[in-house]
């Protein structure tokens, strides 16, 4: 299926879903850095949970980008290309 909006819907959309990326990645940080800084077990696994539903959710956003801007989803299947030569 292919995005049916405007050109300047789906710039505005594209430029929504980084941010909320960027939101998601700094919502991992932060909870993995509450996960090392407490011993209790309690919350050390439900900061680690937290962190894990974050990482689910920039799976989902990367996706709904690369359905918005074909585009991006080529040059981030390059970068998975790129480094997985040195990899190898
Ligand atoms: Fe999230």
């Known amino acids: 299926m292919k995005f049916s909006g ?14 909320d990326i ?20 309690v919350a050390k696994k439900v900061f680690a949970d937290i962190r894990d539903e974050e990482k689910v959710h920039v799976g989902e956003l990367f996706t709904l980008l690369a359905y918005i801007e074909p585009e991006d989803a080529k040059f981030l299947a ?7 030569e040195f990899i190898n």
Do not use: C, F
Not at 6 to 18: D, G, H, P, Q, Y
Not at 22 to 41: F, K, S, V
């Open 22 to 41: 960027i939101g998601e990645l700094e919502a991992i940080n932060q909870y993995d850095l509450h996960y090392r800084m407490t011993d209790d077990p």
């Open 78 to 84: 390059k970068g998975e290309e790129e480094v997985k």
């Open 6 to 19: 405007t050109n300047s819907e789906k710039s505005n959309l594209a430029e929504m879903i980084r941010k």
